[in-house]
């Protein structure tokens, strides 16, 4: 069973950080109605989704994905780039700490989860503002013995590696080559984005469908004429907090619960497979 733990927006998220983008109004009442679809989407693909409650000291805190890399084996928690946002960390420890084990990086690590990518054994690991070199080494060392191997790219054109590559699976990545180093993903079978559509690298996959943005037409009929499963949801307002398709979730398969197993008071089920 996939779990997809989720934080629904609040009025703050006017006050997000932003670094590639330019700050426009966001209409709130929307991008809370954008993230409800969202979820919606996950569960009717299969995922129990968990929403947390909002934190409203917090702009950023929708983007649950960069507080916490979740492998199948063991959870690391970030220290994450940008200090005001560190809290946010601590704030899902208990959560994650239900469903895996978990380790701390330490300072002066930087890294942000929507800066790792995971394709198999595989990490990609973004060197961008966000994430740094230490960030990297740090899981490196928590994961190598677990058998994975860390692969940094540079990211130059964008917030997160995330946000300019996805691993469709089979050894397929989606890459925006404008935004970031794709000679990193050596090995693997590479599918820029289309014209037009520089934020459609940005997808995930939910039991064998790639979910990505419904401003990218042109890249989701060309992923569909290539045989995926294809669909697309409206997350227009969030991008407006340079959010993306995977930030707004930490996804993960059940795994048994580590044998020091925490709970989260704010936590509920919204939906369930």
Same mark, same amino acid.
């Given at each position: 069973?996939?779990?997809?733990?989720?934080?629904?927006?609040?009025?703050?998220?006017?006050?997000?950080?932003?670094?590639?983008?330019?700050?426009?109004?966001?209409?709130?009442?929307?991008?809370?109605e954008?993230?409800?679809?969202?979820?919606?989407?996950?569960?009717? !693909? #299969?995922a129990? =989704?968990?929403?947390?409650? %909002?934190?409203?000291?917090?702009?950023? +805190?929708?983007?649950?994905? $960069?507080?916490?890399i979740?492998?199948d084996?063991?959870?690391i928690?970030?220290?994450?780039?940008a200090?005001?946002?560190?809290?946010?960390?601590?704030?899902?420890?208990?959560?994650?700490?239900?469903?895996r084990?978990?380790?701390?990086?330490?300072?002066?690590?930087?890294?942000?989860g929507?800066?790792?990518?995971?394709?198999?054994?595989?990490?990609?690991?973004?060197?961008?503002?966000?994430?740094?070199?230490?960030?990297?080494?740090?899981?490196?060392?928590?994961?190598?013995?677990?058998?994975?191997?860390?692969?940094?790219?540079?990211?130059?054109?964008?917030?997160?590696?995330?946000?300019?590559?996805?691993? !469709? #699976?089979?050894? =397929?990545?989606?890459?925006? %080559?404008?935004?970031?180093?794709a000679? +990193?993903?050596?090995?693997? $079978?590479?599918?820029?984005?289309?014209?037009?559509?520089?934020?459609?690298?940005?997808?995930?996959?939910?039991?064998?469908?790639?979910?990505?943005?419904?401003?990218?037409?042109?890249?989701?009929?060309?992923?569909?004429?290539?045989?995926?499963?294809?669909?697309?949801?409206?997350?227009?307002?969030?991008?407006?907090?340079?959010?993306?398709?995977?930030?707004?979730?930490?996804?993960?398969?059940?795994?048994?619960?580590?044998?020091?197993?925490?709970?989260?008071?704010?936590?509920?089920?919204?939906a369930?497979?």
């Amino acid at each position: 069973m996939l779990i997809a733990i989720t934080r629904p927006p609040t009025e703050s998220i006017a006050d997000c950080q932003l670094t590639h983008i330019g700050r426009d109004p966001i209409d709130v009442n929307l991008a809370i109605e954008q993230h409800k679809k969202y979820r919606e989407l996950l569960a009717e !693909l #299969g995922a129990e =989704v968990v929403t947390l409650d %909002p934190l409203d000291e917090h702009p950023d +805190a929708v983007f649950v994905e $960069d507080a916490v890399i979740t492998l199948d084996e063991v959870a690391i928690l970030c220290r994450m780039g940008a200090p005001t946002r560190r809290n946010e960390t601590n704030n899902l420890e208990p959560v994650i700490a239900a469903y895996r084990q978990t380790h701390r990086m330490t300072e002066p690590a930087m890294l942000e989860g929507g800066d790792v990518i995971g394709a198999g054994r595989t990490l990609f690991v973004g060197k961008s503002t966000r994430t740094n070199d230490e960030g990297a080494n740090q899981l490196r060392a928590f994961t190598e013995s677990l058998g994975y191997s860390v692969v940094q790219v540079d990211v130059t054109g964008c917030l997160h590696l995330s946000t300019g590559a996805s691993y !469709l #699976g089979e050894g =397929v990545i989606l890459a925006n %080559p404008e935004w970031i180093d794709a000679s +990193a993903f050596e090995g693997f $079978d590479v599918i820029h984005v289309e014209q037009g559509d520089p934020w459609a690298a940005n997808t995930m996959c939910v039991n064998g469908v790639i979910v990505m943005p419904e401003s990218s037409p042109a890249t989701a009929a060309m992923l569909k004429e290539r045989g995926y499963a294809v669909r697309t949801v409206d997350i227009s307002e969030l991008m407006k907090a340079e959010g993306s398709m995977t930030c707004m979730r930490q996804l993960f398969t059940r795994q048994p619960a580590p044998s020091k197993a925490k709970t989260q008071g704010g936590a509920h089920t919204t939906a369930q497979a």
